[in-house]
């Protein structure tokens, strides 16, 4: 159910929507539903949400909002983001609440992943 303030969509930069709709899908399984050649939905990724083309780049060093995934297992998702030709921008780290790393994505755009703490 919708409830008004609550979160319901995010939308992303991506200079290469083709590229982006690539690295998702083999890095973490999303699937898409495309809305001409500038838009394409996300779907699968946990939060509805959806790539527009432009230029601009969304990082934490310009002050934009920081997505941020989950894993099971970090260590293998740092090594599958970099198979798929994301690039790793801060190594795992602790952080209050577990560990994570930040990774951009083709387009540039920053995101980061996080586990609970080893135990």
């Known amino acids: 159910m919708k409830e008004t303030g609550k979160i319901n969509y995010v939308e992303i930069p991506a200079r290469d929507i083709a590229a982006t709709k690539r690295f998702f899908g083999d890095a973490f399984g999303w699937t898409f539903v495309d809305y001409g050649p500038d838009y394409v939905a996300i779907e699968n990724a946990g939060l509805d949400g959806g790539f527009f083309k432009s230029d601009s780049v969304a990082t934490t060093g310009i002050g934009s909002v920081l997505v941020v995934l989950f894993s099971t297992d970090l260590e293998a998702t740092l090594e599958k983001v970099k198979l798929c ?35």
Request: aromatic share 18%; no cysteine; glycine share 14%.
């Open 85 to 119: 030709g994301g690039k790793i921008v801060k190594d795992i780290f602790p952080f209050p609440g577990g560990r994570r790393f930040h990774f951009s994505d083709p387009n540039g755009n920053e995101y980061a992943v996080w586990s609970e703490p080893s135990a």
